[in-house]
């Protein structure tokens, strides 16, 4: 069933949340008006709340500091209107074409692995190849809810067979920097925190600085993979589901890591997943 999320009301005015959501994109009100097309003046009164704002310049000024969707309703609300933007389950009629899709993308990606996370790093769904990466890790870290920073980065978790691990570690660390700074999301900070206290690798004396890519070097039976990463998000979404998956591909580094990838499927060692 579709549902209009439901965020907590907050105890701030719009006002003040806009002007947060501002001061963390390092925008002057000026900047921030030229953006939205509306006058200096009259934002300075709306983040102050001398100006009400109607539902349309909430939305307006929401686009411009790229606030997520989730915390536009957080916004609405704060304004005394309802939320605009529904959560819906994957497994939601309106969401079936996407489901179909992703399915589709994950099964086309093997032999290679590829997985479907949320916007807190959770697993949602993934192909056969990923049984490769997480092979070996502790089953408390397979629990569902799956998170995929815990399950790289903690010492029970795939972290032991990562070769270079301070610099894929350094990795994922600065990509969860760049969605807190995006999203501001409290539950992020904290997983931060946690994976912070892990036991930290001694640095690589000798990083590849010519390298273009950062690859995760993972060690598997017979062989040591190198293997990097792309993430492709879904563009334009009205739903905040749709707009917080993120479905990450892996790809063979080299002609060695792509033939022990293909002759493992060929032997049939992958199997369902997900």
């Not at 931060?192 to 930290?200: I, K, T, W």
Request: glycine share 4%.
């Amino acid at each position: 069933m579709t549902t209009v999320s439901e965020p907590a009301v907050s105890q701030q005015p719009v006002g003040h949340l806009l002007r947060d959501w501002r001061q963390r994109r390092r925008l002057s009100q000026l900047d921030l008006a030229l953006r939205a097309e509306i006058s200096a003046r009259h934002l300075s009164f709306v983040e102050t709340g001398r100006s009400q704002p109607t539902s349309d310049m909430i939305l307006r000024l929401a686009r411009q500091l790229e606030v997520p969707l989730r915390d536009r309703n957080v916004l609405l609300l704060a304004g005394g209107y309802a939320p605009a933007y529904p959560a819906s389950s994957l497994t939601d009629p309106p969401m079936s074409a996407v489901s179909d899709a992703i399915e589709r993308i994950l099964h086309a990606h093997e032999p290679f692995p590829a997985a479907v996370i949320d916007g807190r790093w959770d697993l949602i769904a993934a192909n056969a190849a990923v049984d490769l990466l997480t092979g070996g890790a502790a089953p408390a870290l397979l629990e569902p809810p799956v998170n995929v920073l815990r399950l790289s980065l903690h010492p029970d978790g795939i972290a032991p067979r990562i070769v270079n691990l301070p610099e894929w570690r350094a990795h994922l660390l600065d990509r969860l920097d760049r969605d807190i700074t995006a999203t501001a999301d409290h539950a992020l900070i904290e997983l931060r925190d946690e994976l912070l206290a892990y036991p930290s690798p001694a640095a690589d004396p000798r990083p590849d600085t010519r390298a273009i890519l950062v690859p995760m070097k993972l060690r598997v039976p017979g062989a040591t993979l190198s293997l990097f990463s792309t993430t492709t998000v879904f563009g334009t979404p009205r739903d905040i589901t749709l707009a917080e998956l993120a479905i990450e591909s892996f790809y063979p580094a080299d002609q060695e890591s792509a033939r022990y990838l293909t002759e493992r499927s060929a032997t049939g060692h992958l199997r369902e997943h997900g």
